[in-house]
């Protein structure tokens, strides 16, 4: 043992705390009887004990303990009886009975009712022939107490005390409803180090000061000493208000279309075949439009815009609209009617360019905003989904500066190199696909789906072939990234835990 | 999509197979999906069922690698005797039309008559839209004699022994009892007749687009000889799939030979001619930002695997995506190179704005945030059984064929954010949360029968009705709206601790403090109280 300075110990009580002054004098007893003499809470103690541990007076153990104890369910049938006793009391007085009686005079719930017939059946105390209950058990089985009742009885107490057929009572009545709740208690117990051994049982005066307060200021005279803090010693945490991390990081989305000049779209997420399909010039036998990858709205049809729009829609489908060959089929504005949640912001493009005039170009747009798809949930996938979408209408557009908008993007998120590749989308042509290189990840990610609208499309919406630049950076994938998520379900788990912890948006 | 693998001993004939080879692959519009050791595993989009197969991909590769530019053309030879298929008019509504080959001088092994079955099931998904659209029947000719019959028969009077199985079975008992029947059942659904091929002896060749006989439609490491059929309810895909189909043949060593088909008229099938179309150098430039020569387009639209001379282009047979110039357009961009093509933002000044909505948005979260709250963002969808609990009837809007628990558009934000407060039950209280989110109700009056709103819920656990009235005054008082209550009731509160929010004197929400009933129905423990209102009145101001 290395002798301990007696400066050591003057400064050590120079930083004790009201609380640990409180519990200084009892320390050679165990923590419950500590509760007992020093007239504070367990948590206060446990908190005094652990401000000691940090100051290297003494050595904190902790065991856990499990205690069996009654849950909601179970304090009630401990003060009434489990259901099967019921039952079983009801039949003492009147077997056997059908199903239905038993059920209605036994006045137990539908759950209750299936549980008792189940017990007391693999216990033989009843038959159930001819959908009827009947007693089977004897005057003596009767007045037996069950091992779960008696179960019930000795609760709480501690798991390690159960011997085998409480356990295995315990196992039965742990499958029922809220009979039993298990918690996980903590024993502490502490060891004084050397110096924790000098100032053990020691009354400490109480001429530091504590506090500055407002009568100590206007009191204040030289020489005074304050109590020293351990400022290492950690502090009850804080939680702040913050928006959602998934809307911080759209509204950063926003933030960079607003800075290069484009103007917000908004509008339903519940629309139409036709303008999240049909106007896009998606053939209505396409796969996509398939129950299985969209989510259908049941006894609704849609209303279908003006008849121009729909009549040109209809023949860039059937015979193609400036030199286009369509699709060649018999479109159907059924088909159209049928609504949806929108699969892509797309629609909203759509939509808008529908409205455009003239004199508005050229023009330049996005939206930000859920869309939707008939997909099953697991770490990577889920059914809904952000997507963001900008267009620019510009008589003059060309893929070149498609290829510059999407680079300037990139370039506006962080990432500094890009490169395209071919796609296919059904309504754009040509059309791009775009990566970026994440420095983190040291690899090429997709993010862009881009392209320039079909003539099949701008023709019937904006009456000529203006082309239309289109382009939809995927933006959960980046979110997963930037907050270094590996479960796509935690962008829509809302488990405050997660939401408190989730640091900003980097950006 | 339907990805297939290459062999890089292939690929290797051509060029080696450098990461820079690699790259150039990526930009023919073809990407790799990826590299294995011994192949290459690519994907084909859906404009490119040309390249399903291993030969229609190493025509596109030797063409856009320069080994083999330009139209590729092959010999098919006149039908001879009785090269013939019959069309009855009986199938007019049940799958009228098919484009028909024969191939001579294959030599198939184990791996040709996979790859063979394995494209045919390629088109069938995509092109074929699961057989809806294209049905391909592969039959040796040994075990058949021409000509061909294509007619519609009563189901009990086809009777053959379908492939994979042992005894005869009618066309009724194929569609219930083989397992390919059962699975292509529902394209018959409801027929009188169905569609049958029957040979020059009467013998049932198959049933398409279900199954073919195990007697005259199973190709073996014998066959040399193949009758090919397309059959739907489009000749122009029908024709175009015969086209993929016996080019790849073709590449395998097969000679192909035309059939008549027969309908009202005589069609002779394949037909490889490509077709011609026109081609403007100014809209090719105008488009692509590029200044190409009318020289650049005649070495450009070859590596495609096109003819090209002056303003007219040749496109092959078996392309299907050629619907207009912008097509063509883009593959002279795809051989160009998109590595090649210099990024340019253009200058136009244009203003941007957000929505009012947005606007709104982000003053109450601000506001809100700032009092301590968590913003919250939920499913826009709710589970069947949380609509139960809400007691949601007629009014309920629901999604068809929903693969999760999640089936129901919300009708309002108190749903999801019990649902929250009843799965948070274990993390450290209190819990003070907001939501700014769409609900949805029927409405005749929209456009698609649903009316959407946007909402604001507040919901704050441990909580009383002063404390959620604090915020709501606060609230007002900061975003500079004025709102007044009034005693109301509603299914989930307290009854006396209700009150009706209105706003511009329109009712738009309610406050008050979730009924006990309520809270144990989610499981809750702990006291919650709720502000909810729609924004419509916050927004129309603005």
Known sequence: ?????????????????????????????????????????????????????????????????????????????????????????????????????????????????KVSLGVLKSKALINLTNGKVVLNASKE???????????????????????????????????????????ERQDVSFQLTSIGKQIAGK???????????????????????????????????????????????????????LEMGFKEMTGNKVVSSFWNFDALFTAQDHPVREMHDTFFIKDVQAKLPAPEIVQRVKKSHEEGVGGSKGWQYLWNEKTAQRVLLRTHTTCLSSQTLSKLKKEDLPAKFFAIGKCFRNETVDWK??????????????????????????????????????????????????????????????????????????????????????????????????????????????????????????????? | ?????????????????????????????????????????????????????????????????????????????????????????????????????????????????????????????????NRKKLAIGIYPLEKISLPITFEARKPKDIRFIPLESEREMNGLEILQRHPTGREYASLLDGLEKYPVFVDNKGKILSLPPIINSHETGKVTYQTSEIFIECSGFDFSILKKALNILVTMFADMGGTIYQMEVVYDNKVITPDLSPEKVKLSLEHTNKLLGLNLKEKDLETLLPRMGYDYAKGTVMVPAWRVDILHEVDIIEDIAIAYGYDRLIPQIPKVATIGE????????????????????????????????????????????????????????????????????????????????????????????SETGIAESEHLLIACSPSNFTDLKQILDYLSKMAGFSYALKEGTHQDLIEGRTGVISIHGKETGFIGEVHPETLQDWNIKMPVTVIEFSLRELLSKS
Not at chain 1, 205 to 225: F, H, N, Q, Y
Not at chain 1, 459 to 468: A, D, M, R, S, T
Not at chain 2, 72 to 85: G, S
Request: aromatic content about 8%.
């Open chain 1, 1 to 113: 043992m290395t002798p301990t300075r007696q400066d050591d110990v003057q400064q050590l009580l120079e930083t004790l705390s009201p609380i640990e002054k409180k519990i200084l004098p009892f320390l050679q007893f165990p923590v419950d009887q500590i509760v007992q003499k020093c007239g504070l809470d367990m948590t206060s103690v446990l908190r005094a004990l652990r401000f000691l541990e940090n100051k290297g007076a003494l050595k904190l153990t902790a065991t856990n303990k499990k205690i069996v104890n009654l849950g909601v369910n179970g304090l009630y049938y401990k003060k009434n009886h489990l259901p099967e006793r019921s039952l079983l009391l009801l039949l003492e007085q009147q077997t056997p009975l059908t199903l239905d009686e038993a059920k209605k005079l036994s006045k137990l719930s539908d759950n209750e009712f």
């Open chain 1, 141 to 183: 089985e009767l007045s037996k107490k069950s091992f779960e009742e008696q179960l019930l009885d000795l609760l709480p107490t501690a798991f390690e005390k159960l011997a085998p057929e409480q356990l295995f009572a315990l196992e039965n009545l742990k499958k029922r409803k809220d009979i039993i709740e298990i918690e």
């Open chain 1, 203 to 257: 009354e400490v005066s109480a001429d530091l000061i504590e506090e500055v307060t407002p009568e100590l200021i206007r009191s204040w005279t030289r020489g005074k000493k304050f109590r020293r803090y351990d400022i290492q010693a950690p502090v009850p945490r804080l939680q702040g208000g913050k928006r959602h991390f998934v809307n911080q990081a759209t509204d950063y989305g926003k933030r960079i279309w």
């Open chain 1, 381 to 507: 996938h889920g059914f809904e989904f952000n997507q963001t979408e900008g267009i620019v209408i510009d008589p003059d557009a060309n893929l070149r500066n498609l290829l510059g908008y999407l680079a300037e993007l990139a370039k506006k998120m962080g990432f500094e190199k890009v490169r395209f590749q071919p796609s296919f989308f059904p309504y754009t042509e040509p059309s791009v696909e775009g990566m970026v290189y994440h420095e983190g990840k040291k690899e090429w990610i997709e993010i862009f789906a881009a392209g320039i609208f079909r003539p099949e499309v701008t023709i019937p919406l904006l009456g000529e072939p203006i082309p239309v630049l289109a382009w939809g950076p995927g933006f959960d994938r980046l979110m997963m990234m930037a907050y270094e998520l590996g479960d796509m379900r935690d962008l829509y788990s809302n488990d405050i835990k997660l939401l408190r912890n989730m640091s900003f948006w980097k950006q």
């Open chain 2, 1 to 129: 999509m339907a990805t297939i693998k290459v062999a890089k001993t292939e690929l290797e004939k051509y060029t080696p197979l450098t990461p820079q080879a690699y790259a150039t692959m990526n930009l023919m519009g073809i990407p790799i999906e990826a590299v294995h050791d011994q192949e290459v595993e690519y994907e084909v989009l859906p404009n490119r069922p040309d390249t399903l197969s291993v030969q229609g991909y190493l025509r596109a590769f030797k063409a856009y690698f320069g080994k083999e530019p330009g139209l590729k053309k092959y010999t098919v030879k006149k039908p001879e005797k009785d090269f013939v298929v019959r069309v009855d008019s009986s199938l007019k509504n049940i799958r009228p039309y098919t484009a028909c080959a024969i191939i001579k001088n294959l030599a198939f092994n184990d791996a040709k008559i996979k790859e063979m079955i394995d494209m045919q099931e390629k088109l069938h998904t995509t092109v074929g839209r």
């Open chain 2, 354 to 445: 957000e929505s009012e909505e947005s606007k709104l948005t982000r003053k109450l979260a601000s506001i809100l945030v700032g009092l301590g709250l968590l913003e919250a963002s939920t499913y826009h969808l709710i589970k069947e059984e949380e609509a139960k609990r809400a007691k949601l009837g007629e009014e309920k809007v629901e999604t068809e064929n929903s693969k999760t628990e999640y089936k129901i558009l919300r009708p309002n934000l108190l749903i999801p954010a019990l649902r929250i407060f009843s799965e948070n039950k274990d993390n450290e209280y209190p819990q003070k949360i907001f939501e700014i989110g769409t609900v949805f109700k029927k409405s005749k009056l």
